[in-house]
């Protein structure tokens, strides 16, 4: 009975391959299977035609695998493909889609942004946060070059321009070797209240003598010619009033400076008021300085004071008081600046040393000399009315190296 069973299960299989009826073969099977069950033995023949029905299951499944190899009634591994009866045929909901798709109804549908590269960025723009931006620079024109630059290394660099003399090239500029290139440092001087014709000569000798002096001081004595001196004529946009910084007068005359100095004869100031610098916000300052003439037009000069005023516009701070925990690049060394209480209330050491912008004020006065030099005190201290050989500290050099370069 067993060997007869067996041989026509598989006659039947044979027979549904030959004829691609497996369907119809398979339910044959289980009726055969059952009729042949009805007329089984006690002997255990029964559990042997179960197996043999597995065994038929399992040959009827791999007969009807699909092209990839997935079993009929599975999802294949290549999403969203299933396999029905040796075809694969898209069933997006019930397998899922494939990575970077997402399930639009019952289709799968790639998803959209350059993470996907749908759509995918040129060579001039970057991905980020899955959407194409446009790279920075000039290589990408982001922003373009002027047409006096151009683009280096995806910077704009300014084009050195063909010159002879300075006029020829931008207010901060300088000719060198026939071409414009940037200034180290750019000085504007203006007469201001000396506007009169027996102070004209005065002013330019002390603007030569008070420049040769400043850059003999500092790492600009290396690179003198890289140093830009505009001299204004007391034109009348140039003439503002004391209160009024002479910055704002002259951007229209001369639109890029680092400094512009005013100079005042010293007898038409009232005492006490020889130098003040004043920051305008944008990175420039303007510096009344008093020009040491006397009643009968004699000059007096003094190489300090406008080397003081241009290193509080480095941001130097005044060596004539000591402070404490003030910040300033050159503070007060209180053992070696000769440093001693002000007890008199009078003194305009007294007051002037009583208050710190950086501490507020009601502070214990101490006046200093200053931080020692090789030839006295600093010039940002008492040094500054020093007349022979006056020279910034070591705190004061080192930090104004790191401003005034020559390269």
């Known amino acids: 009975m067993k060997l ?12 549904s391959v030959l004829f691609g009826c497996l369907d119809n073969v398979i339910s044959d099977i289980k009726h055969a299977s059952s009729y042949f069950e009805a007329n089984a033995s006690m002997n255990g023949s029964k559990q042997t035609m179960q197996g043999g029905m597995e065994n038929v299951s399992t040959i009827a499944q791999e007969l009807k695998k699909c092209a990839d190899g ?16 040796g075809s694969l045929i898209n069933k997006a909901p019930i397998c899922g889609c494939p990575e970077n798709y997402t399930l639009n109804e019952e289709e799968c549908a790639l998803k959209s942004g350059c993470v996907y590269e749908n759509p995918s960025c040129d060579e001039n723009h970057s991905c980020i946060n899955n959407e194409c931006i446009l790279k920075r620079g000039c290589s990408y024109s982001n ?8 683009c280096v290394n995806n910077s704009c660099i300014k084009l050195h321009r063909a010159c002879v003399g300075a006029s020829q090239c931008e207010s901060d500029e300088v000719c060198l070797d026939q071409k414009c290139s ?17 102070y004209k000569e005065i002013f330019y000798e002390e603007i030569n003598a008070s420049v040769n ?14 140093v830009r001196v505009h001299i204004l004529d007391p034109a009348p946009q140039c003439l503002c009033s004391e209160s009024r910084d002479i910055g704002y007068c002259i951007d229209t005359v001369i639109s890029k400076w680092n400094v512009t100095v005013l100079y005042h004869p ?5 005492e006490g008021k020889n130098c003040i610098s004043m920051y305008r916000g944008d990175g420039k300052t303007s510096i009344l300085l008093a020009l040491l003439v006397d009643s009968d037009g004699k000059w007096d ?35 070696t600046s000769d440093c001693a209480e002000v007890t008199d209330p009078t003194s305009w050491f ?19 000399m200053g931080n020692p030099t090789a030839t006295g005190n600093c010039i940002m201290g008492q040094g500054s009315w020093q007349r022979d050989n006056p020279m910034f500290c070591d705190k004061c050099t080192k930090h104004l190296a790191a401003i005034l370069k020559c390269e």
């Open 4 to 15: 007869v069973k067996l041989k026509l299960i598989s006659m039947l299989i044979i027979l």
């Open 70 to 85: 997935t079993l009929s009634g599975k999802c294949s591994e290549n999403r969203p493909y299933y396999c029905n009866n």
């Open 143 to 150: 922003p373009p070059c002027s047409q006096e630059e151009g």
């Open 182 to 198: 940037k200034a180290a440092l750019t000085l504007v001087f203006v007469p201001h209240a000396i506007y009169t014709p027996e």
């Open 213 to 226: 002096d400043f850059i003999g001081l500092t790492p600009l004595k290396g690179c003198p010619e890289k």
């Open 266 to 270: 010293l007898n038409q100031w009232e």
């Open 301 to 335: 000069h003094y190489p300090g004071p406008l080397a003081h005023e241009l290193g509080h516009s480095f941001g130097l701070d005044d060596e004539y008081c000591y402070w404490e925990n003030t910040g300033a690049p050159n503070p007060v060394d209180f053992n």
């Open 350 to 368: 007294y007051s002037y040393c009583s208050y710190h912008s950086g501490l507020g004020d009601k502070l214990k006065p101490y006046q200093c």
